[in-house]
Nanobody
Framework: VQLVESGGGLVQPGGSLRLSCAAS????????MSWHRQAPGKERELVAA????????NYAGSMKGRFTISRDNAKNTVYLQMNSLKPEDTAVYFC?????????WGKGTLVTVSS
C-alpha cells in the first residue's frame, strides 16, 4: 500500500497550490479519502474529506471557501486545490485512506506560505 503526496512547495501569501495524492496497493474507489495537516508544534488536523464515490465532502471551518478536495477514481488520485493561501496554512499536508477499521497514511508534502 502506498499513498504518495506531491505538489507542495513555497508559495507567496494569496497564492495557490494543488496537492495530489497517488494511491496504490488497495481498492482506492472503496475508501474515503481525506487531507490532514500538521504545522510545527501543533497537532495534526483535518483539512477536508471526501467519500469513496465523491458524493460527500466535508471541510474544516477555516478551509471552507478556499480549499477544494476532489478525487479521480480512474486515476487512483485525490487532490486538494488550495487558493488564497495564508502564512498560517504552512504545514506538512498528509493524505489518508479510510475504510472501516483500515487506515493508511502518506508521508506528507510540505507547504510553506511566505513572502
Amino acid at each position: 500500500v502506498q499513498l504518495v503526496e506531491s505538489g507542495g512547495g513555497l508559495v507567496q501569501p494569496g497564492g495557490s497550490l494543488r496537492l495530489s495524492c497517488a494511491a496504490s496497493g488497495f481498492t482506492f474507489s472503496s475508501y474515503a479519502m481525506s487531507w490532514h495537516r500538521q504545522a510545527p508544534g501543533k497537532e495534526r488536523e483535518l483539512v477536508a474529506a471526501i467519500s469513496s464515490s465523491g458524493g460527500l465532502i466535508n471541510y474544516a471551518g477555516s478551509m471552507k471557501g478556499r480549499f477544494t478536495i476532489s478525487r479521480d477514481n480512474a486515476k487512483n488520485t485525490v487532490y486538494l486545490q488550495m487558493n488564497s493561501l495564508k502564512p498560517e496554512d504552512t504545514a506538512v499536508y498528509f493524505c489518508r485512506a479510510t475504510r472501516g477499521g483500515v487506515d493508511y497514511w502518506g508521508k506528507g508534502t510540505l507547504v510553506t506560505v511566505s513572502s
